[in-house]
């Protein structure tokens, strides 16, 4: 991953963001909201900790009001690639939150620190190259035990594959397909790797969206989300 990327889009990048997808009817404050609210939902279905999690690529802090809505309880810690990032993060969302600098090609923390590892749409910035090499870094300060959730674009939904490639702050990403990504997690170490998708309805249609739970293993979300344990 390349701070120097990131840094240079930081200032901008709600307004961008907020003007790609303006199509959905939605702004990006809505993708946050609802990638935490399932996150905490399934923690509870598998009475999972939740004291320590670990947001990771949490850019300038938009699920940071929603960690604190749906696991209030939790101790976030905010790690990125962009100091420029962070910082925004705790200007735009001042709290107890830890921010974490990634440097290298390891996240500063102890073996076995966390109950939970969270990460939105971060992973089709890094080359494909390099994702074993975080998803096992991942497993790595997770608890045993504990639970990651990673949510990603799908390339297999028309309207998410215009948006990325009509965002400057895409330019370099490449989309990942799921059945690729949960091999993946698998050959990292992961367990009881699942695929669920989402986003199926645009805001006009929201009031199809409490069909959204019976389309899950549906592959034509716009977003999916792999969920896995470590288990040693």
């Known amino acids: 991953m390349e701070a120097a990327e990131f ?9 961008m963001h907020k003007a790609n997808i303006a199509v959905t009817g939605e702004d990006p404050a809505y993708f946050s909201a609802y990638k935490i609210e399932i996150l905490a939902a399934a923690l509870r279905a598998r009475g999972a900790a939740s004291d320590q999690v670990l947001d990771f690529g949490s850019g300038i802090g938009n699920s940071l009001p929603y960690f604190r809505e749906f696991l209030p309880a939790s101790r976030l810690t905010c790690a990125d690639v962009s100091g420029r990032s962070l910082a ?3 200007t735009r969302f001042p709290g107890a939150e830890r921010p974490l600098l990634i440097e290298g090609d390891r996240i500063a923390l102890d073996d076995s ?3 939970v590892v969270f990460s939105a749409c971060v992973f089709h910035h890094i080359p494909q190259a390099e994702h074993g090499l975080w998803l096992r870094e991942l497993w790595r300060v997770t608890k045993p035990g504990g639970m990651i959730a990673i949510f990603e674009h799908n390339p297999l939904n028309p309207l ?4 990325v490639n009509t965002c400057p702050f895409d330019v370099n990403a490449r989309l990942i397909r799921a059945a690729a990504f949960a091999a993946a997690f698998r ?6 790797v699942r695929i669920t998708f989402h986003v199926f309805f645009p805001r006009a249609l929201a009031r199809l969206r409490a069909l ?21």
């Open 113 to 115: 620190r966390m109950d």
């Open 187 to 192: 050959d990292a170490g992961w367990s009881d």
């Open 212 to 232: 959204d739970r019976w389309l899950a293993r549906v592959p034509l979300g716009a977003q999916y989300a792999i969920m896995a344990v470590k288990r040693v």
């Open 88 to 90: 925004l993060a705790q």
């Open 160 to 163: 998410t594959v215009r948006a």
């Open 7 to 15: 840094d240079q889009f930081a200032d901008e990048y709600h307004a």
